[in-house]
């Protein structure tokens, strides 16, 4: 009853009856009671922002960030904020050059990066005819992001909304719809439901979450119509060769006795599908393409973690042995499969994926980059998180 208790504590989780992995998965992190997320903000940013030019190298780096998170204890920093304002400040410099008025973020933390941003552009001479908006779905986050930016003089260019950005309506019936857009979304895709999925005798299944008598368990069921999963599935299909995908099913079979799953990033196929009613844009998304040791069974299988004094701790299963909405929940990119999905929402649509080092030197304007050496001459903004990447999507 205890695990019910947590599983259904809100109404938004009570209508959930046997829901789809994706929709427990966006219970765990979104719900607007019980959710990751909707509870003390997960991010923040550093006590002060790093001057690179202060450290020896990478060592004394690590140890200033291993200190920053003793110092937040159960919050997580992103690249954004340890990079502060230097991340930001490589975004800006990609904006002054496409030239673009109107900007979105999808998912804004705590707010550093639009700050850092906008501060950029406005120093920059870009002027004032720009404006920048949040798409949270957080109301603590956007909250934070509110406060941040007005402190921070901002709040004649900034406004942080209270949206889904997967959902349709977030983005149908906007005036300006047809602006040229810049769409942001810095490990925004990680945290986006996926479902779960296995070939049992050539024959693909889903799987729905059940709570009996307390206790959350998997369901495989035969595929419906639900068209996410079908839509998702063929993008995840089309870019890999029969041969090759059947071989290695039937090789995890004969070796484990069990078929291995599939994560399907549905969660980003709805975002995609979504953002395809703002006519005119450039999505600029960038997350991890690969996570070390995870333990859940499957490809693109999450890690299941939570801050405990400052130091990552992987729970290792996604249900149950934790309270609901307790735990992040973050899963690796496939890149190509993404760039399959995009195609399917804008077929001439354009894509581009790089290394997040290599965008970020690329972006970063080239007076800027000494700024960000430690004394050895390492860059951390481009040598670290090396399971980066960036990925441009654009209608033209």
Request: proline share 5%; with cysteine; charged share 25%.
């Amino acid at each position: 009853e205890q695990m019910r208790r947590l599983a259904f504590g809100s109404a938004r989780c009570e209508r959930l009856v046997n829901p789809l992995m994706r929709e427990w998965i966006h219970a765990m992190l979104y719900d607007s009671r019980d959710g990751y997320f909707a509870k003390e903000a997960p991010v923040a940013p550093l006590s002060s922002a790093i001057d690179f030019n202060t450290l020896a190298g990478r060592e004394e780096y690590l140890e200033r960030v291993a200190g920053e998170y003793r110092i937040l204890g159960t919050k997580w920093l992103t690249p954004s904020e340890i990079f502060s304002p230097w991340f930001g400040v490589a975004l800006a410099s990609h904006i002054r050059r496409t030239g673009v008025r109107r900007i979105m973020e999808i998912g804004s933390g705590s707010g550093t990066l639009a700050m850092d941003i906008i501060t950029h552009l406005k120093a920059s001479g870009y002027g004032s005819e720009f404006s920048f908006t949040s798409i949270e779905i957080s109301e603590a986050l956007a909250e934070t992001q509110r406060r941040r930016l007005r402190e921070a003089g901002h709040g004649d260019v900034y406004v942080s909304r209270v949206a889904d950005a997967t959902k349709d309506d977030t983005w149908i019936g906007d005036g300006d719809a047809q602006v040229p857009t810049l769409i942001l979304g810095m490990e925004v895709l990680d945290n986006l439901p996926h479902d779960k999925v296995v070939q049992v005798d050539g024959v693909w299944h889903q799987t729905r979450v059940a709570v009996d008598g307390g206790a959350v368990r998997e369901v495989l069921e035969p595929f419906t119509d639900d068209e996410l999963i079908c839509t998702t599935l063929d993008a995840y299909e089309s870019i890999q060769g029969e041969r090759t995908r059947d071989s290695v099913l039937k090789w995890v079979f004969e070796m484990t006795g069990t078929p291995d799953p599939v994560w399907l990033p549905t969660g980003a196929q709805s975002l995609l599908n979504a953002i395809r009613h703002v006519p005119n844009h450039e999505l600029l998304l960038a997350d991890f393409d690969f996570l070390p040791n995870v333990v859940i069974a499957g490809e693109n299988a999450p890690i299941v973690s939570s801050t405990v004094d400052g130091k990552a701790v992987d729970r290792g299963e996604l249900l149950g042995g934790t309270p609901f909405g307790s735990v992040d929940v973050f899963f690796p990119t496939d890149f190509r499969l993404l760039s399959a999905m995009y195609r399917s929402t804008q077929p001439t649509g354009k894509v581009c994926v790089e290394k997040a080092g290599s965008f970020l030197q690329g972006a970063l304007p080239e007076g800027e980059h000494a700024r960000i050496r430690c004394r050895d001459g390492t860059a951390p903004l481009l040598e670290d998180y090396e399971n980066t990447s960036f990925a441009r999507f654009s209608t033209s």
